[in-house]
T-cell receptor
Framework: DAGVTQSPTHLIKTRGQQVTLRCSPKSGHDTVSWYQQALGQGPQFIFQYYEEEERQRGNFPDRFSGHQFPNYSSELNVNALLLGDSALYLC??????????FGPGTRLTVT | GIQVEQSPPDLILQEGANSTLRCNFSDSVNNLQWFHQNPWGQLINLFYIPSGTKQNGRLSATTVATERYSLLYISSSQTTDSGVYFCAVETGGFKTIFGAGTRLFVKA
């Protein structure tokens, strides 16, 4: 039984570009949450998707958007990349509000 | 918004020692989770513990929701326990807030 998978593993982008990160939840899970983790800090909540809708959003600008598909997989899109967007992006899946299972993350570097 | 404070921020142990990590939160929460992040960045869920006490091998956790704190106990520590331990709480909405973490290094 595969856990949470994320792609790509690493990504290098230029300031101003757009990026799409992908997440496949653990089998049986229906909820996906996205987090940004800067070096040396705890993960920061970006948003959560449930039943293909964004049901909660953290303190992130509209440049950050997402989507959840009928198979519960999810995408995180970031437009107009800034140097400060460089971070580890983590996806977590759960069965509604139950315990989180995290993926390995995507490390994004913006130059 | 809710504040989540973890202590101590850093901890160095000799292999075999025991330790207690603390998580304080400033408001009532729907649930609380403890995670271990290894040096490669992978977050592992240790406990889902909105209240009460749970044990898993050498680890145990206690949450006293009425007093707004949780404790994570590590007994007979091993070098593989090194990493960062995070406490995370879910608020009245669906937002999960992480503390800043406790960085643990276990010496052989």
């Amino acid at each position: 039984d595969a856990g949470v998978t994320q792609s790509p593993t690493h990504l290098i982008k230029t300031r101003g570009q757009q990026v799409t990160l992908r997440c496949s939840p653990k089998s049986g899970h229906d909820t996906v949450s996205w987090y940004q983790q800067a070096l040396g800090q705890g993960p920061q909540f970006i948003f959560q998707y449930y039943e293909e809708e964004e049901r909660q959003r953290g303190n992130f600008p509209d440049r950050f958007s997402g989507h959840q598909f009928p198979n519960y997989s999810s995408e995180l899109n970031v437009n107009a990349l800034l140097l400060g967007d460089s971070a580890l992006y983590l996806c977590a899946s759960s069965l509604n509000r139950d315990r989180h299972t995290f993926g390995p993350g995507t490390r994004l570097t913006v130059t | 918004g809710i504040q989540v404070e973890q202590s101590p921020p850093d901890l160095i142990l000799q292999e075999g020692a025991n330790s207690t990590l603390r998580c304080n939160f400033s408001d009532s929460v729907n649930n609380l989770q403890w995670f271990h992040q290894n040096p490669w960045g992978q977050l592992i869920n240790l406990f889902y513990i909105p209240s009460g006490t749970k044990q898993n091998g050498r680890l145990s956790a206690t949450t006293v929701a009425t007093e707004r704190y949780s404790l994570l106990y590590i007994s007979s520590s091993q070098t593989t326990d090194s990493g960062v331990y995070f406490c995370a709480v879910e608020t009245g909405g669906f937002k999960t807030i992480f503390g800043a973490g406790t960085r643990l290094f276990v010496k052989a």
